[in-house]
């Protein structure tokens, strides 16, 4: 997931899993600022269809949108630098 402004008002949002309309009308770059340096995780609802055995049913999902939580990099303090777990430059 990333986001970045393009001058004053334009936003390039992505996030893995979560539908563009989604991300589009519901998340601001300044979401993505506050989970990124207050941990916070958040939750957004999602409609969507599925095939189960050829029968086809909606749903309507709570899915985590934006989380803090990375478990393939070690975040350094400065919660933006990470290296890849194994890294030689993590201290212990």
Known sequence: MYSYL??????????KGVK???IK???KHRDYLD?????????HQMNTIR??????N?????KVSLSPFDDKRYILDDKITS????SCNIRR
């Open 25 to 27: 009308r519901e998340i």
């Open 6 to 15: 393009i001058g004053e008002e334009e936003e390039n949002k992505k996030a």
């Open 83 to 86: 290296y890849a777990y194994g």
């Open 58 to 62: 909606s749903y309507h999902l709570n």
């Open 35 to 43: 989970v990124l340096f207050n941990g916070v995780t958040m939750h």
């Open 51 to 56: 095939s189960n055995f050829h029968q086809i």
């Open 20 to 22: 563009k309309n989604v």
